[in-house]
């Protein structure tokens, strides 16, 4: 059963870049069955997808973000991980990974726990 | 981008009670919808899928239904861990995918 732990700092200075790593137990990121995702959550306001990776490499972003988001994929750590760039306080919220399976129910099927990024100086 | 307008935001009822929340999408999007279930403190979870398929695990006093423009989510008699905040979700259109704003339903 796939598990999803995300890592990273949870507070980063405006203007600055926050990265953050997902972690991927119990199964492969190199799978051709998975799409790998970002989505975040304001405080109180429903989710927002950022973006996703397949093995391939392949990446998908919401267009509200994507001059400002990369995706990507380490193989050798089973992990991806998320950047985005020139943040202010707007992006403050919890940011979780996900999966979602070709063979399963293709919808966001497990989620990470979360982790809390502030967005502060 | 497809808007999801989720009704009423809050929802207040007792234990026992029948809980019919509401989904409307500003296109059609088929039946390719879902609802999570989300608790304070915790990542959402997957209910419902495809608009009336319920995930693994999902007891069956949950159902959904709807197509195109109008979902239903309804908990026929609630149990007290199901006082949480429901969002529904699209992927007919993507991307982006989108989520509603969500409704809290409450303990009267």
């Known amino acids: 059963q796939l598990q999803l732990q995300e890592s990273g700092p949870g507070l980063v200075k405006p203007s600055e870049t926050l990265s953050l790593t997902c972690t991927v137990s119990g199964g492969s990121i190199s799978s051709s069955n998975y799409y790998w995702d970002w989505i975040r959550q304001p405080p109180g306001k429903g989710p927002e997808w950022i973006g996703n990776?397949?093995?391939?490499?392949?990446?998908y972003y919401n267009p509200s973000l994507k001059s400002r988001v990369t995706i990507s994929v380490d193989t050798s750590k089973n992990q991806f991980s998320l950047k985005m760039r020139s943040v202010t306080a707007a992006d403050t919220a919890v940011y979780y990974c996900?999966?979602?399976?070709?063979?399963?129910?293709?919808?966001?099927?497990?989620w990470g726990q979360g982790t809390l990024v502030t967005v502060s100086s | 981008e497809i808007v999801l307008t989720q009704s009423p935001a809050t929802l207040s009822l007792s234990p026992g009670e029948r809980a019919t929340l509401s989904c409307r999408a500003s296109q059609s999007v088929s039946s390719y919808l879902a609802w999570y279930q989300q608790k304070p403190g915790q990542a959402p979870r997957l209910l419902i899928y495809d608009a009336s398929n319920r995930a693994t695990g999902i007891p069956a006093r949950f159902s959904g239904s709807g197509s195109g423009t109008d979902f239903t989510l309804t908990i026929s008699s609630l149990e007290p861990e199901d006082f949480a905040v429901y969002y529904c979700q699209q992927r007919s259109d993507w991307p982006p995918y989108t989520f509603g704003q969500g409704t809290k339903l409450e303990i009267k």
């Open positions: 990776i397949y093995y391939s490499g392949s990446t």
């Open positions: 996900a999966t979602q399976s070709i063979s399963g129910t293709f919808w966001f099927d497990p």
